[in-house]
Each structure stands twice: as C-alpha cells, then as structure tokens.
C-alpha cells in the first residue's frame, strides 16, 4: 500500500525552514542533498548559489510520516505560497507508481512523466484537474530487496 507524506517547496530557505521543523519534531534528517550534487550528465547548470540550494530533504516526523521539501531554482521559478506544497505518494511498487500517477494526472497537467531518476526512483510530477500537486515515486532498490 502507497504511502502519503507532505513536501514542502521554497525560495531558497528550504534549509532554514528544515533545521526549524526539526527543532520542533526533534530526530533527524533521513537525508538531505544539494542542487551541486546533481551529477553532470543531467546537462542542467546552476549558479553558484542554487549550487547550494536544497534539492531534497527528508525529516521523519513519526513512524508513519515523513516532512519532505526542496528550494525552487531559476529552471523552475519561485513557488507563490499557498501553492508551495505537494502531495507525496511511495508507492510499494512500479505498477502501482504508474497507475496512481495515471489516475490522477487524468484531466490534469504532467509537469514531469514517470521515468527512471539518477536517484534510483521511478518518479513523476504532476498538477491534478483541480489545481493539487502531486509527486509519484517507486523507491527501484525496493525491488531488488
């Protein structure tokens, strides 16, 4: 069964907004990786300071229940807040990726397909029929487990 969590988008505060939170729920971070990170086959160039941008960063909140979020670069433009947010679904596996991403996205916009990532996930991204964001993933190392 899918798992549902919150991920959070900001202007390049992601860091400060994370090491808040984590004051708050306590614990630490599962991980946390930088635009700079993102290997150079990618062909996406940053500028110095979105080098340092967070591009990922996961918070455990409760044993069911992870805080995730990522700052914006100038390849995605500022989020407008109150339109800072999607919903994150793991799925347990590739066939249940695809036919959730598939339901949801029906009458909506696909802002990025379902595909293999350099950070071992069949992931996508996607604006639901009624303005929701949305984001698919399929940890692939689950499946050689």
């Known amino acids: 069964m899918a798992t549902v969590n919150i991920y959070l988008t900001f202007n390049g505060n992601c860091e400060e907004a994370f090491n808040f ?9 599962d991980y946390i990786g930088r635009f700079g990170e993102i290997p150079q086959q990618e062909a996406i160039t940053f500028s110095d300071e979105e080098k340092k941008r967070i591009m990922h960063v ?22 407008k807040f109150g339109d800072n947010f999607s ?4 799925a347990d596996s590739r066939e249940e990726a695809v036919r959730l991403f598939n339901s949801l996205s029906a009458g909506g916009k696909i802002t990025m397909p379902m595909k293999e990532t350099f950070w071992g996930a069949y992931f996508g991204m996607f604006e639901d029929k009624f ?6 993933n399929h940890d692939v190392q689950q499946e050689a487990d």
């Open 131 to 136: 303005g929701v964001n949305w984001m698919v």
């Open 21 to 29: 939170y984590k004051s708050a729920f306590g614990g630490d971070f």
């Open 87 to 90: 919903i994150s679904i793991n």
């Open 58 to 79: 996961s918070l455990p909140v409760s044993k069911e229940t992870i805080l995730m979020g990522s700052d914006t670069t100038s390849h995605s433009g500022d989020v």
